[in-house]
């Protein structure tokens, strides 16, 4: 019997007594583990082989959850805590047990959402209590984080689904194909199998010499498995920017653009965002090291707007009464909301005077200090817009939305009072998120407030807002956490699949 060179290969190498596995097959063969599977198929049509298939999963720990095998859970460490404070007695201050448990940053956030959760205690007006009966030692998850590190296996799959919420471990599925020899195999190589020699490809050597007419071809099995190429794509974010540009320059806008770093005065002032509002500590921006300042501002552009802060606009404006200083305006970050370009360009300061009617927009970037989770990055896309015009109202601006989002599939918009120090009346939106039917925050808007729009000589109305382009890429893909889109623990197979609405 003639066969082709990875054909005896695969024979000679596979076994009647247990089946083989196709990695091993390939390393016994010397040969690539697809070419040892395509073989294998076409042995088993002859009935020389018999392949069979099972999925094998595989449970691991993520970088936190070995962290949490170390340091513990949060919850946990925070329930130790109250106890040392006695907690377990009286209810003790929340803050000194946490300052206490050497919790930090987003692990604070954790141990608080899963404290009562799991009956460790309670939290509320700002003090905390501890259970005396609890028993950590008992808490599923950690038993559960612990046999994964040591055995690598769960013994209660009934949390797992809890600890892949979690993002403390992660499922992996593979598909495993193994070969044994079947007695017609045994029976054919006992009689002896000689390599056939056969040609995979037709080359142009063998047109042209006519010596293709005298070679024996190799036969193609199309339900083999082929080696898998990973191509380049544009990344879906990418795609779903140019799809809300298309989207906005249809609705007759104008793109905005300007700098990621600028003044505190453009980014805050301009809105009529107290300077001691909390926005504008340090805790939520990302202030510039060098330089620090800008160097030049409209000085009576800078007036009118101290002026609103201080006094307030119109007769019965009051202003805030609270500190205002130049140089704390004059002070460089990076933009936390793209709004600052609106007010650049409102202003006149960025193309020169915009009259009525006008409608810009920008997608551009922000960043912002927040904790990293599901919905929230430190730097992310924000879909910046408004429409100057006379005797604008809040139906004008549901009406642009709703138009908006309709062209991406999504028409259950909700919306949802708000308050803004800028605009007035102000509403937030909300979508609904295809796969866990969950309400998801998309953007805040609103009418811009005559004390943001009187020092930038705007004399009309100008609604706007500021959508999150990521969000609005969950709700049409389908993604479930933001961090699966870009950034560290982006999801590559997910990317290479989503689709943009068209």
Known sequence: MQLPESQVAVLEAANADEATPIDALAAATDLPPETVTGA??????????????????????????????EDGLPEVRLYEAALEAGADADPAPMGQVIGS?????????????????????????????????ADPAADPEANALESLADEGSLEADDVLDQLERRGLAEVAESTVREVELTEQGVTELMAGVETAETVGQV?????????WQDVEFAEYNVEADAETVEGGRVHVLREMSERVKDVLVGMGFEEMDGPHADADFWINDCLFMPQDHPARTHWDRFALEQPT???????????????????????????????????????????GHTTSL????????????IEPPARFFSVEKAYRNDTLDATHLLEFYQIEGWVMAEDLSVRDLMGT????????GIEDIRFKPHYNPYTEPSFELFGTHPTTGELIEIGNSGIFREEMLEPLG????????????????????????????HGTLADLEFLRNAEVTY
């Open 40 to 69: 294998a198929f076409e042995l088993e049509e002859q009935g020389l082989v018999a392949v069979t298939e099972r999925v094998d999963e595989t449970i691991s720990l993520t970088d936190e959850g070995r962290t949490y095998v």
């Open 101 to 133: 448990s050497g919790l930090e940053g987003a692990e604070v956030d954790i141990a608080l959402s899963n404290y009562a959760r799991k009956g460790y205690g309670s939290i509320d007006s700002g003090e905390i209590t501890a259970d005396p009966d």
């Open 203 to 211: 080359t142009p050597e063998l047109l042209t010499s006519g010596d």
């Open 293 to 335: 300042h800008i160097d030049e501002l409209p000085e009576d552009l800078v007036e009118r707007v101290e002026r609103a802060h201080r006094e307030g606009v119109g007769d019965d404006g009051e202003g805030y009464h609270s500190p205002w200083d130049e140089d704390f305006a004059r002070a460089l970050a990076l933009r």
């Open 342 to 353: 609106s007010t650049r360009y409102l202003s006149g300061e960025e193309i020169g005077k």
């Open 401 to 408: 939305f709703e138009e908006f989002y309709a062209q991406f």
């Open 458 to 485: 705007v004399d009309c109305d100008v609604m706007a807002w500021g959508l999150a382009l990521e969000r609005l890429a969950m709700l049409t893909t389908g993604a479930e956490d933001i961090r699966d889109l």
